[in-house]
C-alpha cells in the first residue's frame, strides 16, 4: 500500500481509475449495469464470480452480499431479478426441494463485465506495466475466467473492511449516486500531479441523473451530506472540490483498489504464462 501510494504517477492512475468509472457510467443507462453504489457494485461483481465457478444461485448471492456489509440479502434479490427481467442471466438448471435454481450469465453481461474492467486494468498498467499484457490476453477465455476469479475473491474478502462509520465511505460509498459524484471530483479536476485535487469541478446534475437512474435530488443530497461532513468545499458556479478531510480515506481506498488489481493480474499472468 505504502509503495503504491508514494508512487510518482499515483495521482494519474487514479484519476484514470476514476475517468473509467465515469465512462462506464455513460456507456450503459441500466441500474443493472451502472455501479450506483458500493452495494451494487459488489453485486455484480458477485454475479460473475458465482459464475466463474459454476454456483450462480439466488442463496449463494445472499451470503456473499450481507457478508460485504454493502448490500442487504434483501437487495441481492432484487438485483438477480432485475438481470433475470433484463435476460442478463438464465436459469439452467431449475430449483426444488431445498435445491435453489442455477444461473448462468448471458454473453452480453459477461462481454460489459470484461469489457468495464478494461479501465482500471489500463489506470493500472500507469504504476505496473505488466498489466497491459492481461488487456492484450483479456479475449482469451481461460486468461479472463482466471482473472474474474481471483479479482473477485479478493474484493469479497476486503469489501467487509471498509472502515465503519468513516465519513468518506458513509457519504460517498453507501448512498446511492455517491460513487458517481466521486468519481466525476476525481475525474473532472483533471489534475494528475496531485490526489486528491483541490481543483474545483462543475457538476451536469442533470445529466448524471439519466445516466444513472438516480432522481437529480439524491444526487444533490449526496453533495449536501458530503459538505455538511466537511468532506467537499462548495463554490461559486456551483462547483465543488475535495478537502483535506477526506484525503486521508481515500489516498487508502483507492490505493488499496489499485493493490487489488495488481494482485489479481500478476497471478493470472503466471499460470497462462506464454511458453
Not at 130 to 140: G, K, M, Q, T, V
Not at 223 to 241: E, I, T
Amino acid at each position: 500500500m505504502g509503495r503504491v501510494m508514494v508512487h510518482p504517477r499515483f495521482a494519474e492512475a487514479v484519476r484514470a481509475l476514476s475517468l473509467s468509472a465515469v465512462a462506464t457510467t455513460r456507456s450503459r443507462a441500466s441500474g443493472a449495469h451502472a455501479s450506483v453504489d458500493a452495494g451494487r457494485y459488489v453485486a455484480r461483481l458477485a454475479v460473475m464470480w458465482l459464475d466463474v465457478k459454476d454456483d450462480l444461485t439466488l442463496p449463494a448471492l445472499k451470503r456473499l452480499c450481507a457478508g460485504s456489509g454493502l448490500l442487504s440479502a434483501g437487495r441481492a434479490r432484487d438485483y438477480i431479478r432485475i438481470l433475470e427481467h433484463d435476460g442478463l442471466i438464465e436459469a439452467v438448471e431449475a430449483g426444488g426441494g431445498n435445491r435453489a435454481a442455477r444461473y448462468r450469465v448471458s454473453a452480453q453481461m459477461r462481454a460489459n463485465w470484461l469489457n468495464d474492467l478494461r479501465g482500471p486494468i489500463s489506470a493500472v498498467s500507469i504504476v505496473a506495466p505488466s498489466a497491459a499484457e492481461l488487456l492484450e490476453r483479456l479475449d482469451e477465455s481461460a486468461v479472463a475466467a482466471t482473472f474474474i476469479e481471483t479479482q473477485g475473491r479478493l474484493l469479497l474478502r476486503s469489501a467487509a473492511t471498509l472502515p465503519a462509520g468513516e465519513p468518506v465511505v458513509e457519504a460517498f460509498y453507501h448512498p446511492a449516486g455517491g460513487l458517481q459524484i466521486l468519481s466525476m471530483l476525481i475525474a473532472g479536476s483533471g489534475d494528475d500531479d496531485a490526489f486528491p485535487s483541490r481543483r474545483p469541478v462543475e457538476l451536469a446534475i442533470t445529466g448524471l441523473a439519466e445516466a444513472t437512474g438516480v432522481s437529480a435530488l439524491q444526487l444533490r443530497r449526496v453533495l449536501r451530506r458530503a459538505a455538511a461532513s466537511g468532506l467537499v468545499a462548495v463554490h461559486a458556479g456551483p462547483a465543488y472540490a475535495l478537502t483535506e478531510r477526506a484525503d486521508a480515506a481515500l489516498r487508502f481506498i483507492y490505493a488499496g483498489q489499485i493493490l487489488q488489481l495488481i494482485n489479481a493480474i500478476a497471478p493470472t499472468l503466471a499460470r497462462h504464462a506464454k511458453a
